[in-house]
């Protein structure tokens, strides 16, 4: 939006409003994909799209008073939530298009290469949403009708175009990092353990002489301990982490 505007920071932040307030048509949009009877779906369409704008003018409001930013919010929370419609409603019409007659010759003419585009352009958003693939992927292998080359054909257009779209970014990260990386990590550095211990000023300690590569190493494989013996405190923050975002 920034280079759309001609570099205008007020002009962006007017095209990323519009923007945002596309987030209850498509909440209305996945409804009435959803819902068999068309009237049932166009009121339960306006119930859905009534709690997302009301999400929206509540999440700007009350962000400070959970410790988080209203700009971050702006920026990158509710941005997310559009993008994460967007994908549901692509995958929902391309689960539904998939039942039908036409054969799938390349995987480049499966309607699932248009999700895999929508998907990665959610994953340059927030690089969490890659952790949904793998339901993609099941919804594709547990359709009926297709046979199972036009299912291994659509898994191809589906990574493909995730690949395709995502290649800038990581070629980009390659050069001026070193890694492919879709995010700076250090951004969000010891958040996990922070939260999980309870502390909010937790902070690793490093032994002497331990070098940088030595320390992620460490930090690393103590994550993995403490995932494998407290599990359920593991997933219940996962699964409470997910919550709160959608």
Same mark, same amino acid.
């Given at each position: 939006?920034?280079?759309?505007?001609?570099?205008?920071?007020?002009? =962006?932040?007017?095209?990323? $409003?519009?923007?945002?307030?596309? +987030?209850?048509?498509?909440?209305?949009?996945?409804?009435?994909?959803?819902?068999? #009877?068309?009237?049932?779906?166009?009121?339960?369409?306006?119930?859905?799209? *009534?709690?997302?704008?009301?999400?929206?003018? #509540?999440?700007?409001?009350?962000?400070?008073?959970?410790?988080?930013?209203?700009? #971050?919010?702006?920026?990158?929370?509710?941005?997310?939530?559009?993008?994460?419609?967007?994908?549901?409603? =692509?995958?929902?019409?391309?689960?539904?298009?998939?039942?039908? =007659?036409?054969? +799938?010759?390349?995987?480049?003419?499966?309607?699932?290469?248009?999700?895999?585009?929508?998907?990665?352009?959610? *994953?340059?958003?927030? =690089?969490?949403?890659?952790?949904?693939?793998?339901?993609?992927?099941?919804?594709?292998?547990?359709?009926? #009708?297709?046979?199972?080359?036009?299912? +291994?054909?659509?898994?191809?257009?589906?990574?493909? *175009?995730?690949?395709?779209?995502?290649?800038?970014?990581?070629?980009?990260?390659?050069?001026?990092?070193? $890694?492919?990386?879709?995010?700076? $990590?250090?951004?969000?550095?010891?958040?996990?353990?922070?939260?999980?211990?309870?502390?909010?000023?937790?902070?690793?300690?490093?032994?002497?002489?331990?070098?940088?590569?030595?320390?992620?190493?460490?930090?690393?494989?103590?994550? +993995?301990?403490? *995932?494998?013996?407290?599990?359920?405190?593991?997933?219940?923050?996962?699964?409470?982490?997910?919550?709160?975002?959608?």
């Amino acid at each position: 939006f920034f280079r759309l505007s001609g570099n205008d920071f007020i002009r =962006s932040i007017d095209f990323l $409003t519009g923007f945002l307030a596309l +987030i209850p048509a498509l909440g209305f949009l996945m409804t009435v994909q959803l819902t068999p #009877k068309r009237r049932m779906g166009f009121f339960a369409g306006v119930f859905v799209a *009534a709690l997302l704008l009301f999400r929206e003018w #509540k999440t700007l409001y009350m962000a400070p008073h959970f410790g988080v930013s209203s700009s #971050k919010m702006f920026l990158s929370d509710l941005p997310m939530l559009w993008m994460f419609l967007a994908v549901l409603n =692509s995958a929902i019409w391309a689960y539904r298009k998939s039942g039908s =007659s036409v054969s +799938i010759r390349s995987p480049f003419t499966s309607h699932w290469t248009i999700v895999g585009a929508v998907f990665a352009l959610a *994953a340059l958003v927030r =690089s969490q949403v890659l952790v949904i693939l793998p339901v993609l992927m099941l919804a594709i292998l547990l359709r009926r #009708k297709p046979e199972n080359r036009a299912k +291994i054909l659509t898994w191809i257009g589906l990574c493909g *175009a995730i690949v395709l779209v995502l290649a800038p970014a990581l070629i980009r990260s390659r050069v001026i990092t070193g $890694t492919f990386a879709l995010e700076d $990590t250090s951004i969000h550095g010891f958040e996990l353990p922070r939260r999980l211990s309870g502390n909010p000023n937790y902070e690793p300690t490093r032994i002497a002489g331990e070098s940088d590569e030595e320390f992620v190493d460490r930090m690393s494989a103590e994550l +993995i301990r403490f *995932a494998v013996s407290r599990s359920l405190e593991t997933a219940s923050f996962i699964l409470n982490h997910w919550t709160k975002a959608l």
